[in-house]
C-alpha cells in the first residue's frame, strides 16, 4: 500500500508528518512489518535516513485525541518513541492548519500590550490545541506566517557549575556557556561524553553549547539523543538555553514580567518568551517559522 506523507521544516528540523486520523500508520505497518522490516523501531529508522529513506530528524503522528484538535505521537530519527520536541511542535500545528484544525483568529495571550495590536506580526490569525508526549499545548498562527508553541511550566533547574545547566523544557537538557566561537567547538565527542555518561544513564540527555551574543540574544548548537547527532536546531534545547541564559544573568536582566530572548541556531533565529518568578518559569511560548518541504507517497 501507498502512504501519504508530508515534510517540514522548522529553523532547519526537519520532520515526516503522516495523518493517522484514520488508522493509516497502523495499517502501513502491518504491510512492512515483519515482512520488509523487524519492528516499528526499524521501520522508523529507515524512513528517517538520509540516505536511504526520505531523511528526516524524526517522524510524527497526527491522530485523534478526544478533547483537542489532535495528538502528536513523536518518533526520533532512531526509530524510538520520544519525550516532547518543540520545533517538531511547531511544525506538525504548521501542518494542521493546512488540514484545517483549529479555531480561527485567537490573541496571542499573555503579551506585551505593543505585541497584540491587529496588523502586528505577533497577532495571532488562528490556533490548535493537541496532546503531546510532555502533555497539553497550543500553538497559534501569527499573522507573519511564524508559528507561536506553548510550552509546559520549568520550576526544577539544577546549576551544576559557573557556567552549566541541567533543566527540562519537555525533553532533558544539559546547557554550557562558553566564552568562544561556537564554531570552533568539536561539539560531537563532546556532547557524546556528556550524553553517555553515567550521570544521565541509561535515558542520556541534549546536549547544547551556548555563547552569549548580546542583551537578551543567544547563539547555540546543539547534539540530540535519538537523532545522536548535531541537529540544525532543538525548539526544547532553544527553550532551555533561554531559561538557563534568564538563570545565569540574574540581577543584570530587567525585571519586567514578560521576557523575550532571542536565539540563533544553525538553521535561523527562534524567540523564546516567558514571565519567570520566584525560580518558576511559565507562559513559556517557542516563536518561529515552520514551513512545508515537499510532499510524497511512501
Request: net charge negative; aromatic share 10%.
Amino acid at each position: 500500500m501507498k502512504l501519504p506523507f508530508v515534510k517540514y521544516q522548522g529553523t532547519g528540523n526537519d520532520f515526516v508528518l503522516i495523518d493517522n486520523r484514520e488508522h493509516a500508520w497502523q495499517t502501513y505497518l502491518q504491510s512492512q512489518v515483519p515482512l520488509h522490516f523487524s519492528s516499528e523501531k526499524a521501520l522508523v529508522a529507515h524512513l528517517c535516513h538520509r540516505q536511504f529513506g526520505v531523511g528526516a530528524d524524526g517522524l510524527m503522528l497526527l491522530q485523534p485525541k478526544s478533547g483537542y484538535d489532535f495528538e502528536m505521537v513523536y518518533f526520533n530519527s532512531d526509530g524510538g518513541l520520544s519525550s516532547m520536541c518543540g520545533n517538531g511542535g511547531r511544525c506538525i500545528a504548521a501542518w494542521a492548519f493546512s488540514l484545517g484544525l483549529g479555531d480561527d483568529h485567537s490573541d496571542f495571550p499573555k503579551t506585551p500590550e505593543a505585541l497584540t495590536n491587529p496588523g502586528s506580526p505577533f497577532h495571532a490569525a488562528r490556533t490548535v490545541s493537541f496532546w503531546a508526549p510532555d502533555g497539553e499545548h497550543r500553538a497559534w498562527k501569527l499573522e507573519d506566517g511564524a508559528i507561536a508553541l506553548s510550552m509546559n511550566p520549568v520550576e526544577h533547574i539544577q546549576h551544576l557549575g559557573t557556567d552549566q545547566w541541567e533543566l527540562n523544557t519537555g525533553s532533558p537538557h544539559y546547557v554550557q556557556f562558553e566564552t568562544g566561537d561556537l564554531s570552533d567547538i568539536d561539539l560531537i565527542p563532546w556532547a557524546r561524553s556528556i550524553r553517555h555518561s553515567d550521570a544521565y544513564s541509561p535515558a542520556g540527555i541534549n546536549v547544547n553549547a551556548v555563547s552569549i551574543l548580546g542583551e537578551g540574544s543567544i547563539a547555540m548548537r546543539t547534539y540530540e539523543r535519538g537523532v545522536e547527532n548535531e541537529t540544525l536546531s532543538c525548539g526544547t534545547g532553544v527553550t532551555a538555553a533561554a531559561i538557563a541564559y534568564f538563570q545565569r544573568q540574574g540581577n543584570s536582566i530587567s525585571p519586567a514580567s514578560t521576557q523575550e530572548i532571542a536565539v540563533s541556531t544553525a538553521g535561523g533565529p527562534l524567540h523564546v518568551r516567558f514571565a519567570a518568578q520566584n525560580g518558576r518559569f511559565e507562559d513559556i511560548y517557542l516563536i518561529g517559522a515552520a514551513q512545508f518541504v515537499f510532499e510524497g507517497n511512501l
